[in-house]
């Protein structure tokens, strides 16, 4: 996992990220926070874990004013010819600010915990590390960290052990605030008749809060020159890059001089059991991590990239759409009682590793809210016929109820879509129907989908669109 400094943030959670929320967000002393991020390159320990392809990512977690925190993070991942398509880690630690009884002039704060790596599809490949850590800022804008990362002997794996030492100073307002990012590492794999020699790794990099995001760019390398067999064939998955990573954190400011009040960011992230395209899951019947970076503006305007983890047999790593388009309100200038929402816009597929299944499609849709906590939408997708496929069409129709609080507010889904394929495969309908609770920040939703078509199977013969119950944690932000 590319935790450079992941559990430093985690460990200031209390005190930094949801600071600006707090109010808002905290319950019986626990405090919710999630982030999303979108990279070019998955980098762990100066090794691309994502076959040198890019990586959405995501977190949620939850830590408690005593110091107690848990939480999971996942990636998209591409390990040669295995079907490992996502990558989630589980932690839980205590974290605490001492100043040990007035001895030093600034806080230190101290880190410990577990962290467990799942990879879907290849349960072999999991292992555990114990860490420890700590960090301090000596002066204002400047901050620095220390973790030893231990690896305990189950999963019949021998244990490794990294060092992490990281640095970053945001320069004032005057010089651009951009933030000057340094680390690096000493990993002792221990099991190096397996995954290569001890190495050292590095990078240096700027970043910069833009709008609520984080813009990053930095350089990554390794003095290690046996990594590029492993998985990668005969492409280095650890030689010198530069790596670009746009993401944003829950509590972060959502306003920027960068951007006129006219504009509005936002962003998402999703930990799903099944990533489910039209009843049909394009992530083998395995997790996805998901997340989308959206820009709207006041004119209707607007634009953005969903990805999601997928694995379609021989090919695992990330879905990535881009989209924009035009939305307005309307009434019709008073002929309705309730305002029409209409969406028009366009959606390109791209996937990494299968670029041939790339594809791009028109969409039309409305949304109406006909009474209290009802809404209703009908969509039309359009497949453009390029790159020698023939276009497919399909409607989309939905609808969700809340109920009053003093039944839970709990919303009922329901969806039925009808997919013309066009391109040699039966059509079909798909439908789906469930509930969704909103919890603080998060939203919980589990969904029973299903389809009248049976033909959808992997290499192994099993269903990819029979019926099956998916749950889901998202957030907006």
């Known amino acids: 996992m590319n935790k450079t400094n992941l559990s430093v943030a985690i460990a200031l959670l209390a005190t930094s990220s949801v600071s600006t929320a707090a109010d808002d967000t905290s319950f019986y002393g626990f405090t919710p926070s999630a982030s999303v991020a979108l990279t070019t390159d998955y980098m762990w320990r100066g090794v691309s874990q994502s076959n040198n392809d890019p990586a959405i ?25 295995q079907n490992t398509s996502m990558e989630l880690d589980v932690y839980g630690g205590f974290s605490r600010d001492t100043d040990f009884g007035g001895i030093l002039p600034f806080a230190f704060t101290y880190d410990l915990g577990v962290l467990r790596y799942e990879y879907t599809a290849s349960p072999d490949s999991g292992f555990t590390e114990l860490y420890f850590g700590g960090a301090v ?20 794996t021998k244990p490794g052990e990294y060092t992490d030492i990281s640095a970053d100073y945001t320069l004032p307002d005057s010089l651009g605030g951009i933030t000057i990012l340094a680390h690096a590492g000493y990993y002792n794999q221990k099991n190096t008749s397996v995954s290569g020699d001890d190495y050292w790794d590095w990078k240096v990099g700027i970043a910069k809060d833009i709008g609520g995001f984080n813009f990053e760019v930095a350089y990554f390398d390794t003095d290690n020159t ?50 489910i395209w039209r009843g049909v899951s394009q992530s083998n019947n395995e997790p996805a991590i998901q997340g989308s970076f959206d820009l ?15 694995e379609f047999e021989d090919h695992a790593s990330m879905e990535l759409d881009l989209y924009g388009g035009f939305s307005r309100e309307t009434d019709f200038g008073g002929v309705l009682p309730f305002a029409v929402t209409y969406d028009l816009g366009a959606l390109r597929y791209e996937y990494t590793s299968a670029s041939a299944a790339n594809f791009t499609e028109l969409y039309f849709g409305a949304s109406v809210s006909p009474v209290e906590n009802l809404n209703v939408s009908a969509y039309w997708y359009y497949g453009l016929k390029i790159e020698h496929t023939t276009p497919g069409e399909y409607t989309d129709m939905a609808l969700d109820y809340t109920l009053p609080e003093s039944l839970g507010s709990i919303t009922l889904l329901g969806h ?47 269903s990819l669109d029979d019926g099956k119950v998916v749950a889901t944690i998202s957030t907006t932000f």
């Open 416 to 462: 039925a879509g009808y997919y013309n394929q066009k391109n040699g495969g039966d059509d079909y309908w798909d439908w789906k129907a469930g509930v969704a609770r909103d919890f603080s920040i998060f939203n919980l939703e589990v969904a029973y989908t299903d389809t009248d078509d049976a033909n959808a199977r992997n290499s192994n013969g099993k």
């Open 57 to 81: 990512q995501g977190s949620f977690d939850l830590s408690h004013e005593s110091g107690l925190y848990v939480g999971a993070w996942g990636s998209n991942v591409e390990f040669g010819d």
């Open 296 to 310: 709207s503006h006041d004119s209707g305007l607007y634009v953005g990239v969903w990805g999601s983890s997928y």
């Open 226 to 275: 046996g990594g590029g067999g492993v998985y990668g064939g005969s492409q280095s998955l650890n030689d010198g890059r530069v790596v670009a990573t746009i993401s944003r954190e829950f509590g972060n400011p959502h306003g920027s001089a960068m951007f006129s009040d006219s504009f509005h960011a936002s962003a998402s992230a999703a930990l799903t059991t099944n990533y």
């Open 137 to 156: 800022s000596p002066f204002e804008n400047f901050n620095l960290s220390a973790y030893w990362y231990y690896g305990l002997k189950i999963d019949h």
